[in-house]
């Protein structure tokens, strides 16, 4: 059998794109069984928090069950493209959707506090067992990370065109910008639903951290361009606005557009001579 690598499973330019456009990732069926089997007698003990900024070498010691979750090849892969090597951990948590608790989460945004324009952190979302409908996967609405509200403002609303309730096999991994809109949905199920998060900072430039060999692919701007049912006729164009600005960032291109939506407003004269 080849062994494969880290560099085996990075992210094509056109999957960087999808992000970019849609702020989350979805892995499906990942992690193998026996990881999951492991990760539903250790998660409800809970795993000790570490301090704001820890690496991860020294957040995770080498062959503890955090470590080789994230150390599996195709979560690896996916990690170094969106944040690099040697990220730092902002915080970690075990969320646990109790069974038939009666409520749900407010849709909100992790500390969106944060308005860096061309950086992003990543939060890790992990399903060791199979989410059905019943049990109230988290709902996020795609596109949704580029328009900033601050937390919870979005807590009042209950349903937009076009949200996405996870419903999932058992070890999927799921990556999300730390600004998309999401909230765990109530399980009217039997059974409890258990989500590890990890929220990563970057510590160097996310730029071309991907498999960039498609990177002129014609299905990187399609796929920057997506729309979403939610979005305003006028305001949803600024969505676009800010891909374009998050990906000349991500690429260094600093000409990259989508139907001249910088390009346009780009029209400053020269400060005069002299």
Not at 30 to 42: K, M, T
Not at 62 to 86: C, N, T, W
Not at 91 to 112: M, N, S
Not at 194 to 209: E, G
Request: proline share 8%; charged share 20%; net charge negative.
């Amino acid at each position: 059998m080849t062994r494969t690598t880290i560099t085996d499973h990075l992210l094509t330019s056109v999957q960087m794109a999808r992000f970019v456009a849609h702020g989350s990732l979805r892995l499906d069926a990942v992690v193998p069984a026996e990881l999951n089997a492991e990760a539903l007698d250790v998660l409800p003990a809970g795993i000790p928090p570490v301090p704001y900024g820890t690496p991860v070498g020294q957040a995770y010691p080498e062959g503890s069950f955090v470590r080789r979750l994230i150390e599996l090849p195709s979560v690896a892969g996916a990690l170094r493209s969106l944040v690099g090597p040697d990220p730092n951990i902002d915080h970690h948590a075990v969320h646990v959707r109790e069974p038939r608790e009666g409520q749900a989460q407010p849709l909100h945004a992790d500390a969106i506090i944060d308005v860096r324009p061309d950086a992003f952190d990543v939060q890790l979302m992990y399903y060791p067992a199979e989410v059905t409908l019943e049990m109230g996967g988290t709902l996020s609405v795609p596109g949704s990370h580029l328009r900033r509200t601050n937390e919870s403002d979005t807590g009042r609303y209950q349903n937009l065109r076009g949200q996405s309730r996870l419903v999932c096999p058992a070890g999927t991994v799921v990556f999300l910008h730390h600004g998309l809109w999401h909230g765990g949905r109530r399980n009217d199920s039997d059974t409890p639903r258990y989500m590890f998060k990890i929220r990563f900072n970057p510590t160097v430039p996310q730029r071309l951290l991907w498999d960039t060999s498609d990177l002129t692919d014609p299905r990187v701007a399609a796929e920057l361009d997506a729309h979403f049912p939610w979005y305003e006729q006028a305001t949803g164009r600024l969505e676009r606005y800010n891909r374009v600005l998050l990906w000349r960032a991500l690429t260094g291109d600093a000409d990259f557009d989508l139907e001249h939506w910088v390009t346009r407003v780009s029209n400053r004269p020269l400060e005069a001579a002299g």
